[in-house]
């Protein structure tokens, strides 16, 4: 007969041999919300119940990034799922929990990642700043030792973007001239960066002769100052008339009219992004004009099944890591809701250069 205490021994080597291990995490968190759309003073840091799904990692935050995304959730062009709401699609920290979820813990694409108690990865998924983060293991992306927390943040959100968007909304290649809107923003000097790497010519605007310099060193060719230059006269200029054969276009409604002027026949226009407001609604006859393609992709929808973001994360890092990519870090803003106020109105000034990202634990 097996003793009691032989028997308490081997259902406690069963248990530790077969449970989902993990660290702890607490019931609540603090976190960056909205109550209510509205300018930055909407923002807030509240304490609110920390919820784990079986099929989420949870990731303990170290740094958050800053897009244009948070702001648009803000001022209602995005719609909020609900009040008060967390905001923010992109962090990088610790893993301290894998999914509990059998049926994921056995998917083969799960287990192409490698996720481990204590992994650095990033993530890109709603409601991301915040102490605690519980992701879908699809958003979440490992870190390879060459690249910090801090570049992986700064990388990852923009990153994804430029590998994707390069990729299967226009795919770049020698020869093709590019035309990227605000070429000095972190978005812009990773898609230069990229272009240049496939032996692209880039053009691109700005606001000030110093973030000229700036995208001119991450390899920008031509860099015009919107503010002083007719952006379409000088890019028909610089192509003998014939334009471009892709655009980048992150502001939308200002810029939408001179991307028609300065796309050439059979060119690929690729709006991406809403600084200024949404593009306003056209006919679509005015694309008959060069037969020109028209896109607006969004990551998501580039990284849907886990199979194509693993394909995009890896290619991301393999870029960090080799060098062929190099993020900017404009502005460190602490894990307040002050700090992330000011984060927002700096992204939104059209001054700053390349990330803006908040530090929330070491």
């Not at 303990?60 to 959730?73: E, P």
């Not at 995208?215 to 334009?243: C, F, P, Q």
């Not at 393999?318 to 000011?342: C, D, H």
Request: contains cysteine; aromatic residues 8%.
């Amino acid at each position: 007969m097996i003793s009691l205490t032989r028997r308490l021994s081997i259902l406690a080597r069963h248990w530790f041999s077969t449970a989902t291990p993990r660290m702890s995490y607490p019931s609540t968190v603090q976190a960056i919300t909205i109550s209510k759309t509205g300018g930055p003073e909407v923002i807030e840091k509240r304490e609110i119940p920390f919820q784990v799904a079986p099929n989420h990692l949870v990731v303990k935050v170290q740094y958050l990034g800053v897009n244009f995304i948070d702001t648009y959730y803000r001022e209602g062009i995005y719609k909020a799922p609900g009040f008060p709401f967390v905001i923010g699609e992109e962090a990088s920290g610790v893993i301290v929990t894998l999914p509990t979820d059998e049926s994921v813990l056995n998917d083969p694409d799960y287990k192409k990642r490698g996720y481990k108690i204590g992994s650095r990865v990033a993530l890109n998924c709603l409601g991301s700043h915040a102490e605690y983060v519980s992701a879908p293991w699809k958003t979440v992306y490992m870190i390879p030792e060459s690249v910090s927390t801090l570049t992986a943040v700064s990388a990852l959100a923009q990153g994804l973007t430029a590998v994707s968007f390069m990729e299967e909304a226009y795919n770049v290649q020698n020869g093709d001239i590019i035309f990227i809107h605000t070429v000095a923003g972190g978005l812009g000097l990773l898609m230069t960066q990229l272009a240049k790497s496939r032996g692209a010519t880039v053009i691109g605007t700005t606001s000030t002769p110093e973030k000229a310099a700036l995208a001119k060193a991450n390899g920008a060719d031509h860099v015009i100052l919107y503010k002083s230059e007719d952006t379409a006269a000088r890019v028909l200029e610089l192509t003998n008339g014939e334009g471009v054969h892709a655009i980048f276009d992150g502001v939308g409604k200002d810029t939408f009219e001179s991307d028609l002027i300065m796309i050439r026949r059979k060119g690929t226009l690729v709006t991406l992004g809403n600084a200024s407001g949404a593009v306003l609604p056209f006919p679509p006859i005015k694309l008959a004009q060069k037969n020109v393609k028209l896109l607006r992709p969004t990551i998501e929808n580039y990284t849907y099944t886990p199979a194509e973001a693993l394909h995009y994360g890896n290619a991301l890092f393999s870029l960090l890591a080799n060098g062929t990519l190099k993020t900017r870090i404009f502005n460190e803003y602490p894990f307040t809701a002050e700090g992330v106020r000011q984060a927002q109105i700096d992204l939104t000034s059209g001054k700053t250069t390349g990330k803006l990202v908040v530090k929330v634990s070491d």
